[in-house]
């Protein structure tokens, strides 16, 4: 498992992971892996996973690592992963990025970019809150989106450190088009000579 590119995408909700990690899955062939997405679809389905997430996902809260971890080691194993991938809100904590380190050390491979997304509060609280009026996500409403914000500041933020130490932050300013954006995060990966293959 050595060809093909590996992003992380990380960043605030609400700052455009979701949309970002789509444009970028197409420019790349890769497939993106949302670990939001994939426990919205347990969810809504009822799995036992879905059973055991939903109240932390209700609360704002992230699911625990246990299970987060397991569902990612699963979902990297699958042939479409063998060529690259992207990671879109995993990992959250450090438990989950020795998990990452892991797998991809007995894999043989590493990550090549994390892409983050910066984006001012107001601003992701103010797109949140028109999300929740247009789709409804339960986790949305205004004190839950707060907490998810302090979930993030306190668990996810001091990734960013530990990735910058190893060489592998592109900072990418979230505001603006979502066209601009996808600019922005694609010329920042060619300066560091990660291109579509
Ligand atoms: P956002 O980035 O806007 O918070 P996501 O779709 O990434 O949205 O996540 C929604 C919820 O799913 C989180 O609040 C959390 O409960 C759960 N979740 C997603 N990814 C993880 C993860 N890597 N670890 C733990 N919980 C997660």
Known sequence: ???????LLIGPPGAGKGTQALELSRAFGIP??????IFRHNVKNETPLGLQAKAFMDAGDNVPDSLTNDLITD???DPDCGGGFLLDGYPRTPDQVR????????????LDVVVQLVADPDVV???????????????DDESVVRHRLQVYQEQTAPLIDIFTSRGLVAPIDGIGDITEVT????AALTARRITPS
Do not use: N
């Not at 609280?125 to 986790?139: F, K, N, P, T």
């Open 1 to 7: 498992m050595t060809s093909g590119t590996r992003l």
């Open 32 to 37: 993106a892996i949302s670990t939001g997405d």
């Open 75 to 77: 979902r990297l194993a």
């Open 99 to 110: 998990h990452l380190d892991d797998f991809l050390a007995t894999h043989d491979t590493a």
């Open 125 to 139: 609280v103010e797109r949140l809150r028109l999300r929740a009026i247009d789709q409804g996500r339960s986790d």
């Open 183 to 186: 600019h922005r995060i694609m």
